[in-house]
Every structure is written in C-alpha cells, then in structure tokens.
C-alpha cells in the first residue's frame, strides 16, 4: 500500500464526517426506544446488551491481569465469561462491575465520538471490538450472534453512504445507552423476587463486603447518568 492510499485510509477513518440533522438524531432515539421498551422487541435486541456486558466483563479481565478462558451467548439473552486468576482481589472486583456497566459506558464513549463527529472511527472501533470479541466465543449461538453483529457493521461501513452510516452509528449508540439502564431495574426485580442469586451484585457484595443493594445503585447511577449524559451529547444541548 503507497503512502496515499495510506494517508486516505487514514483520513477516512480519524477523519470527521459532516453533523447530522436534528431530525435524524431525534428518529434514531425513538428507533433506538422501540427496540429497548416493548417485551417482545426487547427479547430479540437485548442480545446486543449481552454482547456488550459479557465483552465488559472480558476487557476488563484481560486488562486487570486474569487470563481469559472464553465467553458464551445463550439464546435465553443470558451470558457467561470465564477467567482465571485469583478468586479475590481488586482485579476481580472491577471485573464483575464491568457487565451491567459496560453497555451504558460504551454508549457514553460512543455519544462523545458521535459528538465530535468521529462517526468512521466509532464504526471500525466497534468492528475492531467485536472481531476482538469473536475470538474468545466458545459456543455457537455466541459466534453466529458476534459474527451478524459484526458483519453488519462492516456491510454498513464500507458500502452505504454517508448518511446512512450515521444513522446506523446514531441508532447504535442511543440503544446502548437506553438498553443499558432496563437490564439493571430487570436484576432489582428479580433479586426481589428472590431470584439471581449468583447475579453480579450478589458476587460483588460477597468479594468486598459491601450490600449487594449498593452495588445495584451503582450500577444504577452509571446507566442514567450515562444516558443523561451521553443524550445530552448527541442532541447537542
């Protein structure tokens, strides 16, 4: 590859991409709303959060030292990732934290590109992610969910135009924002019930100590402030 074409890839993905309209911006939140709040919608499009929070747990083991075993999607939208290294410990903690908060965190992250008109660049970044992600599945429902997700990104990276991209881009970004506040008021209601007793607040309150409710608030705090945040970005306000 000669250095223009190098310096054109370049441009391409950290350059920036002209603002979207309000009008777009607004139909993509409601877009992203009716994926996220009707039950039927919510039982096919909640895959995607799971993507993102058995990912949060994966990254952040990696990066905190432990030696990632491997990740399973199941079609129940349920999940699992396996690590080893030590049971306790600061590593472990952040770890476990890392689901529920992982799909409102990258849909901030995603609202401050999005903001900064870096539309390419979240598109390859998510792609680059999810080949990451690929990788470590160790089922086959997880690897065909990962792979369409996937590929859908790179089908709308490189062959839709502009405007759809950002589109496509908006509409992501919004239902991970919006999809990352359900599934933590889904877990307080079955902790209520008496179910989850192996869910991630209960494993975090038996590794610090500290009441599985609090961990709930936080997990709480990170989705809405995310989202409050992360709307306030996108709409430009």
């Known amino acids: 590859m000669d250095t223009t074409s190098i310096a054109g890839l370049w441009d391409r993905v950290f350059g920036t991409q002209p603002d979207p309209s309000q009008w777009l911006v607004l139909t ?5 709303l009716a994926a996220v709040v009707p039950h039927g919608v919510w039982r096919l499009s909640r895959n995607a959060v799971t993507i993102a929070h058995e990912g949060g747990h994966g990254l952040i083991a990696l990066l905190s030292g432990r030696q990632l075993q491997g990740i399973r999607l199941h079609s129940d939208t349920s999940g699992l990732t396996l690590s080893r290294g030590k049971p306790t410990g600061f590593g472990m903690v952040l770890t476990a934290a890392a689901g529920y908060t992982a799909p409102s965190l990258l ?6 590109l999005l903001a900064a008109n870096h539309i390419t660049l979240l598109l390859w970044s998510a792609t680059a992610l999810l080949l990451a992600m690929l990788a470590m599945i160790r089922n086959a429902y997880g690897v065909l969910t990962v792979f369409l997700t996937g590929g859908a990104f790179v089908l709308v990276s ?8 950002a589109a496509f881009a908006y509409v992501v970004v919004w239902f991970l924002l919006l999809g990352g506040v359900r599934p933590v008021f889904e877990l307080q209601g079955k902790r209520r019930r008496g179910g989850a007793p192996d869910s991630d607040a209960d494993q975090l309150s038996r590794l610090t100590r500290v009441p599985a409710l609090i961990w709930l608030l936080l997990f709480h705090a990170v989705s809405l402030c995310s989202l409050t945040g992360g709307g306030r970005w996108l709409l430009g306000w």
């Open 28 to 32: 993509t939140a409601v877009i992203a």
């Open 107 to 112: 849909g901030l992250g995603g609202a401050w």
């Open 158 to 165: 490189w062959l839709t135009e502009a405007q759809v991209q």
